[in-house]
C-alpha cells in the first residue's frame, strides 16, 4: 500500500523561500508519477505540479512557472517541491500524491495522497 507524508509547510512572509518534501513508501515507484497538489480555505483542490519519477521530467501549473521547481531523489523516495518568491495567493494546505505513468492535473485521477501540510504566506 502506498504511504505519501508531506513535511515542510510553516509560516512565511511574502517573498521567502519554503521546500516540501513527500516521502514515499509501500511500493517501487519508478512507473509512477508523483503530483503536487493544493487547496487554499474555499476553494477546491487545484494541480500545483507533477513529475515522471523514471525520467525526472517535471510539468507545472501556469501559476507557479518559474517560482516553484519539482524534484525526486531515487535513493531516498522522496519527492520535493521548492518554492521561492512565494505569494499570500500560495497559501494553501498542499499535497502530495502519486498514480501509474501518467502525469494529469485532475485530483480524480490520482488514488494516493498524503495527509497535506500547510503554508501560509503573509503580506
Known amino acids: 500500500q502506498v504511504q505519501l507524508v508531506e513535511s515542510g509547510g510553516g509560516l512565511v512572509q511574502a517573498g521567502d523561500s519554503l521546500r516540501l518534501s513527500c516521502a514515499a513508501s509501500?511500493?517501487?515507484?519508478?512507473?509512477?508519477?508523483m503530483g503536487w497538489f493544493r487547496q487554499a480555505p474555499g476553494k477546491e483542490r487545484e494541480f500545483v505540479a507533477g513529475?515522471?519519477?523514471?525520467?525526472?521530467?517535471?510539468t507545472y501549473a501556469d501559476p507557479v512557472k518559474g517560482r516553484f521547481t519539482i524534484s525526486r531523489d531515487n535513493a531516498k523516495n522522496t519527492v520535493y517541491l521548492q518554492m521561492n518568491s512565494l505569494k499570500p495567493e500560495d497559501t494553501a494546505v498542499y499535497y502530495c500524491?502519486?498514480?501509474?505513468?501518467?502525469?494529469?492535473?485532475?485530483?480524480?485521477?490520482?488514488?494516493?495522497w498524503g495527509q497535506g501540510t500547510k503554508v501560509t504566506v503573509s503580506s
Open positions: 500524491a502519486a498514480r501509474p505513468i501518467v502525469v494529469s492535473t485532475r485530483p480524480a485521477d490520482y488514488g494516493s
Open positions: 509501500g511500493r517501487s515507484f519508478s512507473t509512477y508519477v
Open positions: 513529475i515522471r519519477w523514471s525520467t525526472g521530467y517535471p
